[in-house]
């Protein structure tokens, strides 16, 4: 098992960065891949990125490629997503999630933190 918990969420205007980090906890968390979802009111969860266990394998949405960046650092049970030129169009809360084949649909994932707000103004 493996526990989760987001931070680094909060208000930026467009055009600017923020970095979410995500820690976690367990005996294992370095054989999970895990992925970013976002899910804005009104609207389905929606991927953001993934990376694989080994950290040698990432994978993007369209809408915020070149834009985002996951990376993850095993020694330190942490996962991390560098947003960059932030659109308002990005507001929504943010999810990091753990599971044993990475995917882009949350059915892939079996454990997820409890989210983190990001709202981008105009």
């Known amino acids: 098992q493996v526990q989760l918990v987001e931070s680094g969420g909060g208000l930026v205007q467009a055009g600017g960065s923020l970095r979410l980090s995500c820690a976690a906890s367990?005996?294992?968390?370095?054989?999970?891949?895990m992925g970013w979802f976002r899910q804005a009111p009104g609207k389905e969860r929606e991927f953001v990125a993934r990376i694989t266990w080994s950290g040698g394998r990432t994978y993007y949405a369209t809408s915020v490629k070149g834009r985002f960046t996951i990376s993850r650092d095993n020694a330190k049970n942490m996962v991390y997503l560098q947003m960059n030129s932030l659109k308002p169009e990005d507001t929504a809360v943010y999810y990091c999630a753990a599971g044993s084949v990475p995917g882009t649909s949350p059915n892939s994932y079996t454990y997820w933190g409890q989210g983190t707000q990001v709202t981008v103004s105009s």
């Open positions: 367990g005996r294992t968390f370095s054989t999970y891949a």
